[in-house]
């Protein structure tokens, strides 16, 4: 989608006539503007809503705004996340009810081509929304705070022969407003979480066909009436098919009830990128212009999205547990027929058993991603702001999660292509592709050496978009 690509760096145009209509309704908003009190235009904010502001003190409270509420600090959200909040913003911003102006949005776009990237509190928001972090974001555009990179945002802008943005009325509270760190990172997570669960389909083929396991449990008419796992069963039947096997009756319950736990994360990660579509859509601006008239809204509490980002975690749980349990039967003799720890050389040297432990200590930082960090709400703004939802640490742990997990799944995929290697066969031939891959990353292991460097290059490379074969990957 088209938040993905701007985050991932991707220019923006922004349409003539679409302009257009935006300037046309900031008219609209200008006029509406004289009447009756407008929170957060000519009124104090939170617990001071009542407290109307002289035209002198309204002059500069919309950039007083970006500046007051700007007591975030490290670790700050990645470049990325940066870009796409702004790319969400910029959404927003070019809708009739924020009332924004085009010079608003034409300073947005333009700081999206020019990768203009300030440095954003990535945790630490107690707000009903996404106010301190999203001060941070855009009193930047005034000139104050800082960059990514440690630069002063006064010089970046000068450095791109830029003067600061001086918001016009209610510019300063649309920019505060709604929830657009949570729905860009819905967005992202939903994207790579659904690329994580391919990858854990090749993962469980790998396995499969490394300890010769039965195949018939992956026949897609097992799913009964549910789509999503027939299609991993059948996948996974696919890429297993042509392979040996060693007559086992029975395989170990994680060989077996991994497509379960894939086609759970497959919809958890589907309906996560659904509930962000419908964020992206609705009016989050408070107050939004609507019919001529200010109405305050509650879209900033993005409680679906931080609840639905913390199931997606515990699915990715359930996810990295069987994985690990995988890799053990893999490295035990007794399952293979293998030389124990899948070494050549067992006794001198400890084979992969290093590797697994790696893997285990991963699940155990990802365990603690499972904690629900949307729940905790207090009171803030002396009652006037008394529930919260935690999106921003809901994001951050599920981020957290799904790097967990992938260098979970990369030891699982070195473990299966080594049981591969030892076992002198060919394998299914779907997945042929996959173990010359694998072993150009990572060469088989004979001899005992460092893994760690070569664990971080196969993760790299799983990042990468469309590199892996037979692993399905979202456009």
């Known amino acids: 989608m088209a938040i993905r690509r701007l985050a991932a ?23 509406a503007l004289t009447g009756a009190p407008v929170y957060g235009v000519n009124t104090g904010m939170g617990r001071l809503a009542d407290v109307p502001l002289t035209a002198e003190q309204q002059a500069e409270h919309q950039s007083r705004l970006l500046v007051g509420r700007a007591v975030g600090g490290p670790p700050w959200l990645p470049a990325m996340e ?16 924020s009332g924004a102006s085009a010079d608003a949005a034409r300073f947005l776009a333009d700081r999206l081509n020019d990768d203009f990237v300030p440095a954003v509190p990535a945790t630490g928001s107690g707000s009903a929304g996404e106010i301190i972090p999203l001060s941070h974001a855009f009193q930047a555009f005034l000139g104050l705070g800082t960059m990514l990179d440690g630069q002063s945002a006064a010089g970046a802008l000068a450095r791109r022969g830029v003067a600061p943005y001086r918001p016009g009325p209610k510019e300063g509270m649309t920019f505060l407003q709604g929830a657009p760190i949570a729905t860009a990172q819905a967005i992202l997570r939903a994207a790579t979480g659904t ?46 098919e042509g392979g040996a096997s060693r007559g086992v009756v029975q395989a170990p319950v994680s060989v077996r009830v991994g497509p379960q736990a894939i086609a759970h994360a497959q919809r958890v990660f589907t309906e996560l990128a659904e509930a962000a579509e419908r964020a992206l859509a609705a009016p989050t601006d408070s107050p939004s212009f609507l019919d001529g008239e200010f109405v305050s809204t509650a879209g900033f509490h993005a409680v679906e999205l931080g609840l639905r980002m913390d199931a997606a975690a515990a699915a990715l749980v359930h996810l990295g547990e069987i994985s690990v349990q995988r890799m053990h039967r893999l490295l035990d003799e007794r399952f293979t027929g293998l030389p124990a ?10 084979g992969l058993a290093p ?3 790696r893997a285990v200590g991963e699940l155990h930082a990802l365990r603690r991603s499972a904690t629900a960090a949307s729940l905790g709400a207090l009171d803030t703004s002396s009652g006037q702001e008394d529930v919260q939802v935690f999106t921003l640490e809901a994001g951050g742990q599920l981020r957290q999660a799904l790097d967990r997990l992938l260098v979970i799944t990369a ?6 292509h080594q049981a591969h290697i030892l076992r002198g066969e060919q394998g299914a031939p779907a997945l042929r592709d996959s173990y010359a891959w694998l072993g150009a ?12 460097p070569e664990i971080t290059a196969l993760v790299a490379a799983l990042r990468a978009p469309r590199s892996t074969p037979s692993a399905p990957r979202n456009e």
Do not use: M, N, W
């Open 9 to 31: 760096g991707e220019r923006v145009e922004l349409d003539a006539p679409l302009l257009k209509t935006v300037a046309a309704q900031r008219e609209a908003v200008l006029a």
């Open 195 to 240: 690329d994580i669960a391919g990858l854990q389909i090749l993962a469980t083929a790998l396995t499969v066909d490394a300890l010769g396991a039965p195949r018939g449990i992956y026949r897609p008419e097992l799913a009964g009436p549910d789509p999503v796992l027939a299609e991993v069963l059948g996948r996974i039947q696919a890429l297993t």
């Open 341 to 350: 720890q899948l070494t050549p050389d067992p006794g001198p040297h400890a």
């Open 82 to 97: 940066v870009r796409a909040l702004f790319a969400v913003r910029l959404r927003g911003l070019l809708t009739a009810e």
């Open 441 to 452: 990353i990572v060469p088989p292991v004979g001899a005992d050496r460092s893994l760690g």
């Open 355 to 357: 590797l697994h432990k």
């Open 411 to 416: 030891c699982e995929l070195i473990t299966a």
